[in-house]
């Protein structure tokens, strides 16, 4: 059977507190829930993607052989992002 859709998304981070800055301040997005500092939730309409300190999250699984190519480009832009900000 084939998934319909995706429902909820789960991100490890480093610094949950930079990244909510990013995600709410920079991407625009909506926070629908918090849960301490440790992780938090985004309503994107009939998607929620969290962020989470991997201790929050616990051990990180992947069911992917490989790193999708549009996750290597989110990665990269966020680097880029991130270097420019140090310049500023």
């Known amino acids: 059977m084939k998934p319909l859709a995706v429902d909820f998304v789960c991100y490890a981070v ?4 930079e990244a909510l800055k990013f995600y709410r301040d920079t991407l625009g997005l909506t926070v ?4 301490g500092e440790d992780f938090v939730e985004f309503d994107l309409g009939n ?3 969290a962020i ?3 201790a929050a999250i616990g051990e ?3 069911v992917l052989k490989e790193t999708p190519q549009s996750v290597l480009l989110w ?3 966020q680097r880029l992002l991130r ?3 140090k310049k500023e």
């Open 14 to 17: 480093k610094d949950v507190k």
């Open 32 to 35: 629908s829930e918090e849960f």
């Open 47 to 49: 998607v929620t993607l």
């Open 52 to 54: 989470g300190s991997a």
């Open 60 to 62: 990180k699984i992947s």
């Open 75 to 77: 990665r990269m832009w």
């Open 83 to 85: 270097s420019s900000e």
